[in-house]
């Protein structure tokens, strides 16, 4: 499986940015994927989670209303679109796949692959 992000960068606060993934070696239809953040000295969480069966999405509470997740089954690509950002969305954006689509999607444990992240400041 490998997973490689893209679309990150520094912006200011209120601005945009839309993260890709590129997913290959992996069955990307009816699997979950997500997108997992590790801000400056905190722990990874998952922001947002998506089953690319039927698209149904689950979003952390602090994102909610500002970022979407969205797929593109034919390129096999996983987008985070992000707006209204903030200082505190500031960290490393990971892409992750799951085997199948089961247990917490907000939970990192239920992702076993990641990609190596791209870097997104908010100043």
């Known amino acids: 499986v490998q997973l490689v992000e893209s679309g990150g960068g520094s912006v200011q606060a209120g601005g945009s940015l839309r993260l890709s993934c590129a997913a290959s070696g992996y069955t990307f239809n009816g699997n979950c994927m997500g997108w997992v953040r590790q801000g400056p000295g905190q722990q990874r969480e998952v922001v947002a989670s998506?089953?690319?069966?039927?698209?149904?999405?689950m979003y952390t509470d602090s994102v909610k209303g500002r970022f979407t997740i969205s797929k593109d089954s034919a390129t096999t690509t996983l987008y985070l679109q992000m707006n209204a950002l903030k200082p505190d969305d500031s960290g490393m954006y990971y892409c992750?796949?799951?085997?199948?689509?089961?247990?917490?999607?907000?939970?990192?444990?239920?992702?076993?692959?990641r990609g190596q992240g791209t870097q997104v400041t908010v100043s």
């Open positions: 992750a796949a799951a085997s199948g689509c089961s247990g917490d999607l907000l939970l990192e444990s239920s992702f076993p692959y």
């Open positions: 998506i089953y690319t069966g039927d698209g149904e999405r």
